[in-house]
């Protein structure tokens, strides 16, 4: 089993997709470790407000919500890679993997609170500009953020 960290834009308005995306780039290198039962995180970033899409049905440019940068879902990884080509904010994409979302306590995890808990477990700097929009994380990285997931809302430390 392993761990990922997908990045995403928002959504476009009165969406929410949380299927974990392989850019071109990077991505053909991650595809053969993946595996149906893996876990990701899913982060949004803030985010253009309009992107141009390209795919199969044309050129379009998409309005999309205000992101919101920060942990937005934990997925668990269900069946196989679905082979699909797409340009997205001129960012190649090669396919995306169907995801189940896993309940947490917490729907929303900041980027400043994420920071805080990467410093406490002496990490380097979190950092979410990840090249190609793909990281593995090590087991050790994917505890602190699941404990950030399931905080409780009272049970929150500062």
Not at 1 to 14: A, D, Q, R, T, V
Not at 15 to 39: A, I, T
Not at 100 to 111: A, E, G, Q
Request: aromatic letters at 12%; charged letters at 35%; glycine letters at 8%.
């Amino acid at each position: 089993m392993n761990y990922w960290l997908n990045i995403h834009h928002p959504p476009e308005e009165g969406e929410g997709n949380h299927n974990v995306c392989l850019q071109e780039k990077n991505g053909r290198r991650y595809l053969r470790y993946f595996s149906s039962g893996d876990y990701a995180f899913i982060y949004e970033t803030r985010g253009p407000q309009e992107v141009v899409v390209e795919d199969e049905d044309g050129r379009r440019t998409l309005r999309l919500r205000e992101g919101r940068k920060g942990i937005i879902a934990l997925v668990k990884v269900r069946g196989k890679f679905r082979r699909r080509r797409w340009r997205w904010d001129d960012k190649p994409f090669i396919g995306y993997f169907n995801t189940r979302t896993i309940n947490t306590s917490r729907n929303f995890v900041s980027l400043d609170r994420i920071r805080r808990a990467w410093s406490r477990a002496s990490f380097e700097d979190f950092n979410p500009r990840i090249n190609g929009g793909l990281r593995k994380l090590t087991r050790e990285e994917y505890v602190v953020l699941k404990r950030l997931v399931s905080e409780s809302e009272k049970g929150q430390s500062r």
